[in-house]
């Protein structure tokens, strides 16, 4: 597609392929320097080249002037099950255009991104965007999009060792009596945590569910999404029942900022005692790890119930969600937050 304007040089709108990943590291230099995560051209080539489907559809379209690349829109692709159907789903990134080319040329380039599939997801859009994303329909569920955080240890300062170490103590009493409560309500359950992700374990991944609607997360998914990240530090910890992996939590450890962050979260079902013994390892793993703050972002009904019964303080994510889908049906369904496990591994905020 080729686009003339009076203002502009013709611009040419293509699918990306591999090869342009250096046009695309000038093009971010020249206009986003000040954005590492778009400067970093391993990170670009393991979020789009090396995405699962990327051999079928290279995930990334651009605006090509003839001489260089003047934006650019990649997607996320994953399949999407609402209820017994699954479909195609889309979620766009990296959208971000040369400030010559903005209008009807980065219209274009965000409408492409939205017929690749049949469902669209969009989070962490900047206040630039938003306009854009509320134009094209897409129904916001932010408020019901929530950031959980626990604070594993705090700092003691000399007017409050005493108020502090009795902080400490109630959350670690606290977390230990729900670990019983979940041994008790949960029996023959074990724990495995590793670093490395077991693909022998992955394998019926792809059917479990919390709920309705999220994304089907096969062992191709999670390997790539996790265990081939160039920036996670991703530690996997398991529920098993017997020699059976019923239940998987992803956490990412940050060392620099001491802060455990929850990715992923994928069960047989959701089941709470079984769901708050796994989360409350991840705690007590990530303490052990060094961390001091456990985090996670989530639109999940089961996680809300037990991450409230945890103690983690709840506010309304910063990084927003929206959904666009043309079937009048299916929206109805998609809409409805009550159905939803969506967490911030869903997203490439990390």
Known sequence: ????????????????THADAMQLVEFYARHFADRPRLNDTALWTWEFAA?????????????????????????????????????????????????????????????????????????????????????????????????????????????????????????????????????????KIHYHSTDRLDLTWLENTKSWRLSNCGIVKDAAYLTWRYAASPVLNCHYIWQLRGDAPIALAV???????????????LAVNDDFWRLAGLISRTMLHARRAGAQLWTTHALSAPLDRVLRALGCARRQSPFGLSVLCADERLRAQITDPRHWHFMVGDTDVY
């Open 1 to 16: 597609m080729t686009i003339h304007s009076a203002s502009t040089p013709a611009i040419t709108l293509r699918r990306a």
């Open 51 to 187: 995405q699962p489907s990327a051999a079928e559809n290279f995930p990334f379209f651009v605006l090509d002037s003839g001489e260089r690349i003047e934006g650019g829109i990649g997607y996320l692709r994953f399949d999407w099950h609402a209820g017994a159907q699954t479909i195609a789903a889309v979620h766009p990134v990296n959208y971000f255009v040369n400030p010559n080319y903005k209008g009807l040329h980065a219209l274009r380039l965000f409408r492409t991104a939205l017929s690749e599939a049949p469902l669209v997801l969009g989070s962490y859009v900047s206040d630039s965007a938003m306009p854009l994303v509320k134009r094209s329909g897409f129904s916001d569920l932010s408020r019901h999009y929530f950031a959980y955080h626990f604070s594993l240890r705090r700092a003691a300062t000399a007017t409050g060792k005493l108020r502090n170490a009795a902080l400490v103590l109630s959350r670690r009493v606290w977390l230990a009596g729900v670990r019983t409560g979940a041994r008790l309500r949960a029996p």
């Open 251 to 265: 956490l990412h450890l940050d060392p620099t900022r001491r802060e455990a962050v929850l990715l992923d979260c």
